[in-house]
């Protein structure tokens, strides 16, 4: 069911891979209420995936970016506001990165210079793609950027390895740049924290499925699905949330703010098998 929760709206979806990804999922629902859409992901992401089905479905232009890099950013506002004709009022960063993680590094042993690019990749570029549209006001008054981040930044997830690090400081960008895009253009910027969700990249998570297993029973309403978080995103998209930035907001069942459940207890309680 369709609202037109953003009808005349035009923003900039990035990481979709295939259609298990959130922000494929997003980019699906923002077509359906009424925004026009530029869809980006990196080159090698873009060889590995599916985007140029997605590009068909919701009617986008692919112009490839490495997040990395300061020409392609801009190159990818460039291209973006001519497609438009105009400014942007969306963009939802969903990146990320971890060649640590990918190369089976414990935490206590990582790579320093895969970390630097891992940071690069999946929490400084939301620096540089709000300073690069800053630059260029890119971004239309009142307009809304969103970043996926997850709950291991603030709390322990052994294997989730670097990537905790990397979502800290990816809120952090979010609060600072937040203030300072608001000061100048009302432009909001927030970070959902979503719950584990089976898509290609956190599927690559040691453990994720006895994880997934775990957070469902611990959240009172269950695991919250990509369908569900580009509903959320949507809402974030609209103008419905005029006056919410700098947030980080949980959308995970109620797993953040539960300390055990009946169902958790249970599991611990039951007899083992021999």
Same mark, same amino acid.
């Given at each position: 069911?369709?609202?037109?929760?953003?009808?005349?709206?035009?923003?900039?979806?990035?990481?979709?891979?295939?259609?298990?990804?959130?922000?494929?999922?997003?980019?699906?629902?923002?077509?359906?209420?009424?925004?026009?859409? *530029?869809?980006?992901?990196?080159?090698?992401?873009?060889?590995?995936?599916?985007?140029?089905?997605?590009?068909?479905?919701?009617?986008?232009? *692919?112009?490839?970016?490495?997040?990395?890099?300061?020409?392609?950013?801009?190159?990818?506002?460039?291209?973006?506001?001519?497609?438009?004709?105009?400014?942007?009022?969306?963009?939802?960063?969903?990146?990320?990165?971890?060649?640590?993680?990918?190369?089976?590094?414990?935490?206590?042993?990582?790579?320093?210079?895969?970390?630097?690019?891992?940071?690069?990749?999946?929490?400084?570029?939301?620096?540089?793609?709000?300073?690069?549209?800053?630059?260029?006001?890119?971004?239309?008054?009142?307009?809304?950027?969103?970043?996926?981040?997850?709950?291991?930044?603030?709390?322990?997830?052994?294997?989730?390895?670097?990537?905790?690090?990397?979502?800290?400081?990816?809120?952090?960008?979010?609060?600072?740049?937040?203030?300072?895009? !608001?000061?100048?253009?009302?432009?909001?910027?927030?970070?959902?924290?979503?719950?584990?969700?089976?898509?290609?990249? !956190?599927?690559?998570?040691?453990?994720?499925?006895?994880?997934?297993?775990?957070?469902?029973?611990?959240?009172?309403?269950? $695991?919250?699905?990509?369908?569900?978080?580009? $509903?959320?995103?949507?809402?974030?998209?609209?103008?419905?949330?005029?006056?919410?930035?700098?947030?980080?907001?949980?959308?995970?069942?109620?797993?953040?703010?539960?300390?055990?459940?009946?169902?958790?207890?249970?599991?611990?309680?039951?007899?083992?098998?021999?």
């Amino acid at each position: 069911m369709s609202y037109n929760l953003l009808k005349g709206k035009r923003g900039i979806i990035s990481g979709a891979l295939d259609e298990r990804s959130i922000a494929w999922r997003t980019a699906l629902k923002c077509y359906e209420e009424g925004a026009e859409i *530029v869809l980006t992901n990196a080159p090698v992401a873009m060889r590995m995936g599916e985007i140029n089905k997605l590009a068909e479905a919701v009617k986008a232009p *692919v112009i490839a970016c490495d997040v990395s890099s300061n020409e392609d950013v801009a190159n990818l506002f460039t291209k973006s506001m001519e497609h438009f004709g105009g400014g942007i009022d969306f963009i939802l960063h969903s990146i990320g990165m971890s060649i640590n993680v990918r190369k089976g590094k414990h935490y206590t042993e990582i790579d320093y210079g895969f970390n630097s690019k891992s940071l690069d990749i999946s929490a400084v570029s939301l620096h540089r793609m709000l300073a690069t549209a800053m630059k260029m006001d890119a971004i239309n008054d009142w307009g809304s950027v969103v970043a996926l981040t997850y709950i291991a930044a603030q709390r322990v997830f052994p294997d989730y390895n670097e990537m905790a690090d990397a979502k800290a400081l990816l809120e952090s960008i979010t609060r600072s740049f937040g203030y300072h895009y !608001g000061v100048k253009k009302h432009v909001r910027v927030n970070t959902i924290s979503q719950s584990p969700v089976r898509t290609t990249a !956190g599927s690559g998570v040691k453990g994720f499925d006895g994880f997934m297993d775990y957070a469902e029973k611990m959240s009172p309403l269950g $695991n919250a699905t990509s369908d569900e978080c580009a $509903n959320y995103i949507v809402m974030m998209f609209s103008d419905l949330t005029r006056k919410v930035t700098m947030q980080n907001l949980f959308h995970d069942g109620g797993f953040s703010f539960t300390g055990v459940t009946e169902a958790v207890i249970e599991k611990m309680e039951a007899p083992s098998t021999p």
